[in-house]
């Protein structure tokens, strides 16, 4: 018996020695990334330092990850064409900053009238959203592997430098303006201008732009728009929920054994809760800083502005479905998706109680 006992402790301990020595033998990784956003922005730019902090600490220091601020490798939009040529090793940027190059990376990063963070979450991790974004980046051959590491919550309408009564006032307006909201404010007369964060409060203060958007309050009030233009429109129509995905070089990615490429994948899916839940505190006590402290008027776009808004994405989308299959393949996938979810939005909330 006792015989039995010790042979049957052998078998355990060569057991958990078996399990266990992967871990114990993981080579370690050092990963060079360039994010997109400057480490001092709420949310997109803290997030990613909390996700390399995890990522080393679950892979029980084996992945160390070195952040770069922008610019320091290569330029914010650059970054897509770096990583998947292999001169950096990874990347951190909205998908809308490659519009030019794979216009379809649009709809997996936020979409004008789309959905919110819950609902963007549940068709990317548990419908179609993921297989797709993967796809569409392997279509455009982009040697990368994509997975989503920061969400954050609605945004601001944008800041102007004085009230805006009709459409009319669109007419000829330099605006910095993000994604596939930027097609439908070119079609309302705005002259649209992409920039990354860094250069947005310069091009105010020097009359490049007429009016930016970029971000959440906090995210905005950090960048100090309010000391240079006071009116703040709400809601965000063009971006109620927004994911930022890291990039890896698919050689960086496929060096990494299973147990480490899963580590990262769960480690990202948390990064996505986290920058969530930070997006979520903060907005508040900002927006009402602003008004008490900063001078701010907060504006709501009128149901009129709202209903042309609407429509005039719908003219977009209808374009970029008929000259790219692609783009029109993940669309419908969504679309698809948000029809049936309907149903749970409109019978499972409470309505909202939204200023107008």
Same mark, same amino acid.
């Given at each position: 018996?006792?015989?039995?006992?010790? &042979?049957?402790? #052998?078998?355990?301990?060569?057991?958990?020695?078996?399990?266990?020595?992967?871990?114990?033998?993981?080579?370690?990784?050092?990963?060079?990334?360039?994010?997109?956003?400057?480490?001092?922005?709420?949310?997109?730019?803290?997030?990613?330092?909390?996700?390399?902090?995890?990522?080393?600490? #679950?892979? /029980?220091?084996?992945? !160390? +990850?070195?952040? &770069?601020?922008?610019?320091?490798?290569?330029?914010? %939009?650059?970054?897509?064409?770096?990583?998947?040529?292999?001169? @950096?090793?990874?990347?951190?940027?909205?998908?809308? %900053?490659?519009?030019?190059? @794979?216009?379809?990376?649009?709809?997996?990063?936020?979409?004008?009238? /789309?959905?919110?963070?819950?609902?963007?979450?549940?068709?990317?991790?548990?419908?179609?959203?993921?297989?797709?974004?993967?796809?569409?980046? $392997? =279509?455009?051959?982009?040697?990368?592997?994509?997975?989503?590491?920061?969400?954050?919550?609605?945004?601001?309408? /944008?800041? *102007?430098?004085?009230?805006?009564?009709? +459409?009319?006032? &669109?007419?000829?307006?330099?605006?910095? %303006?993000?994604?596939?909201?930027?097609?439908?404010?070119?079609?309302?007369?705005?002259?649209? !201008?992409?920039?990354?964060?860094?250069?947005?409060?310069?091009?105010?203060?020097?009359?490049?732009?007429?009016?930016? =958007?970029?971000?959440?309050?906090?995210?905005?009030?950090?960048?100090? %728009?309010?000391?240079?233009?006071?009116?703040?429109?709400?809601?965000?129509?063009?971006?109620?929920?927004?994911?930022?995905?890291?990039?890896?070089?698919?050689?960086?990615? !496929?060096?990494? $054994?299973?147990?480490?490429?899963?580590?990262?994948? @769960?480690?990202?899916?948390?990064?996505?809760?986290?920058?969530?839940?930070?997006?979520?505190? =903060?907005?508040?006590? +900002?927006?009402?800083?602003?008004?008490?402290?900063?001078?701010?008027?907060?504006?709501?776009?009128?149901? =009129?502005?709202?209903?042309? *808004?609407?429509?005039?994405?719908?003219?977009?989308?209808?374009?970029?479905?008929?000259?790219?299959? +692609? &783009?029109?393949?993940?669309?419908? $996938?969504?679309?698809?998706?948000?029809?049936?979810?309907?149903?749970?939005?409109? !019978?499972? *909330?409470?309505?909202?109680?939204?200023?107008?």
């Amino acid at each position: 018996m006792k015989k039995s006992r010790a &042979f049957m402790f #052998v078998i355990l301990l060569t057991a958990i020695a078996a399990i266990a020595a992967p871990a114990a033998h993981a080579k370690k990784v050092l990963i060079k990334l360039q994010q997109a956003y400057g480490a001092n922005l709420p949310t997109l730019g803290i997030n990613p330092a909390w996700w390399a902090q995890q990522l080393n600490e #679950v892979s /029980g220091g084996d992945i !160390n +990850v070195k952040i &770069f601020e922008p610019g320091k490798l290569v330029a914010p %939009f650059e970054i897509l064409d770096a990583v998947s040529a292999g001169k @950096i090793d990874a990347g951190i940027a909205g998908d809308g %900053f490659f519009a030019g190059k @794979i216009p379809a990376g649009q709809i997996f990063s936020s979409i004008p009238f /789309g959905p919110e963070a819950a609902e963007y979450m549940a068709w990317y991790y548990h419908g179609n959203g993921a297989k797709l974004h993967q796809w569409v980046y $392997d =279509e455009s051959k982009f040697n990368v592997k994509v997975i989503p590491v920061t969400i954050i919550p609605p945004e601001t309408a /944008g800041w *102007f430098k004085k009230p805006i009564a009709s +459409v009319e006032d &669109f007419k000829g307006l330099k605006m910095r %303006f993000y994604g596939l909201g930027g097609q439908m404010m070119q079609k309302l007369g705005m002259s649209v !201008n992409l920039m990354p964060a860094g250069e947005l409060f310069p091009a105010l203060e020097k009359g490049v732009i007429d009016a930016t =958007e970029f971000s959440t309050p906090a995210i905005d009030q950090r960048l100090g %728009f309010h000391k240079l233009v006071k009116y703040n429109y709400f809601p965000g129509w063009h971006q109620q929920a927004t994911i930022i995905p890291v990039y890896f070089n698919k050689n960086v990615w !496929n060096s990494l $054994d299973k147990a480490q490429q899963k580590i990262v994948e @769960i480690t990202c899916m948390a990064s996505m809760t986290n920058a969530l839940a930070q997006g979520e505190y =903060e907005q508040g006590a +900002v927006i009402r800083e602003n008004i008490e402290k900063n001078g701010v008027k907060n504006m709501f776009w009128s149901d =009129e502005m709202l209903a042309l *808004f609407q429509k005039t994405w719908e003219e977009v989308a209808k374009e970029q479905c008929e000259k790219d299959p +692609v &783009f029109k393949k993940a669309f419908d $996938d969504l679309m698809a998706f948000r029809k049936d979810y309907a149903y749970w939005q409109s !019978n499972g *909330f409470l309505p909202r109680n939204c200023k107008k």
